[in-house]
C-alpha cells in the first residue's frame, strides 16, 4: 500500500465516551501504516457526557491526538467545518467517531487519490434504521430537485480530500447536514474530479444518532433554500 507523506483524519464526536477511545486507538494503528507524518483530530461537538474528559486522558499518552471542542453544540456539519477547516496536513480524511466504519478501508482511498481530488465513500449495505435509511434516500432526491446533484451516498462519514480543495473553496455558508452537500456541489462546480468507493458499514453500539431529529431536517431544509439561493446568485 502506498504511503501518504501526511495525512490528517478527523473525527466529529458527540456524546461518544464509550466508543471514543476505541475510535482512536484502532484508527492510529491504521495511521503509523498509511502516513510518514499524521495527526487525529477529535472535534467534540459540544458533549454533554465524558467524551472531553476521555479523549483527555488519550491526548496525555499520545501526541499526535488533539481536540477541538464546540460549545454549545453546531451540529454535525458545523463539525464538519471545524474538522476540515482545522486540520493541518496535505490529505484530509474523516470517518464518524461511532464505530460503524472501519478505517482500515483508508487503503482504498490512498489508491485513487493521485488521480482524482475527493475519494468518497458509500456505504455497500447501510446498518441503521428504516427510518436513517429512508431519510438519506430522501436527501439523495432533494439534492436532485434542489442541485442537480447526485452520489452514491452523500452524507457517508468517510471520506479523503486533498486539503488543497478545502483551501481554495469558498467558506462554507451552510451549518447543518446539509454541509456535505454544500461542499461536495462545490467542489463539482470547481471542476474537482470524485471517486466514489464502497465501504462497509456496522451497526451502532453505543450512543445515540441524531440524523433523524425533526429539528436537524427542518435546519438541512431551510439552509438549502439559502444554499439554492447562494448558488444560484
Not at 503509523?32 to 495527526?39: D, L, P, S
Not at 480524511?93 to 478505517?103: E, L, R, S, W
Request: with cysteine; hydrophobic share 40%; proline share 3%.
Amino acid at each position: 500500500m502506498k504511503k501518504l507523506s501526511e495525512l490528517s483524519l478527523f473525527l466529529p464526536a458527540y456524546n461518544e465516551e464509550k466508543v471514543i477511545t476505541q475510535t482512536i486507538t484502532k484508527s492510529d494503528a491504521i495511521l503509523r501504516k498509511v502516513a510518514k507524518k499524521y495527526e487525529i483530530l477529535v472535534v467534540n461537538d459540544g458533549s454533554t457526557d465524558k467524551t472531553e474528559e476521555v479523549v483527555n486522558k488519550v491526548i496525555k499518552k499520545n501526541p499526535n491526538v488533539r481536540m477541538i471542542t464546540h460549545n454549545p453544540n453546531k451540529g454535525y456539519g458545523g463539525a464538519l467545518k471545524t474538522g476540515l477547516y482545522e486540520s493541518k496536513y496535505k490529505y484530509i480524511a474523516f470517518i464518524d467517531a461511532d464505530g460503524q466504519f472501519d478505517f482500515s478501508e483508508i487503503g482504498k482511498f490512498i489508491e485513487h487519490i493521485d488521480n482524482f481530488d475527493l475519494v468518497i465513500g458509500y456505504r455497500a449495505k447501510r446498518a441503521d434504521t428504516g427510518l436513517r435509511i429512508a431519510t438519506a434516500y430522501l436527501l439523495k432526491l432533494w439534492n436532485m430537485f434542489w442541485f442537480r446533484f447526485s452520489v452514491k451516498d452523500t452524507d457517508c462519514g468517510f471520506k479523503l480530500i486533498k486539503k488543497d480543495v478545502v483551501d481554495r473553496l469558498p467558506k462554507l455558508k451552510t451549518e447543518s447536514a446539509i454541509t456535505e452537500t454544500e461542499f461536495l456541489i462545490r467542489a463539482q462546480r470547481a471542476g474537482y474530479k470524485f471517486k466514489e468507493v464502497p465501504v462497509y458499514h456496522y451497526p451502532r453500539t453505543t450512543g445515540k444518532s441524531t440524523g433523524g431529529d425533526p429539528r436537524v431536517i427542518f435546519r438541512a431544509a431551510k439552509e438549502t433554500l439559502q444554499l439554492w439561493w447562494a448558488l444560484k446568485s
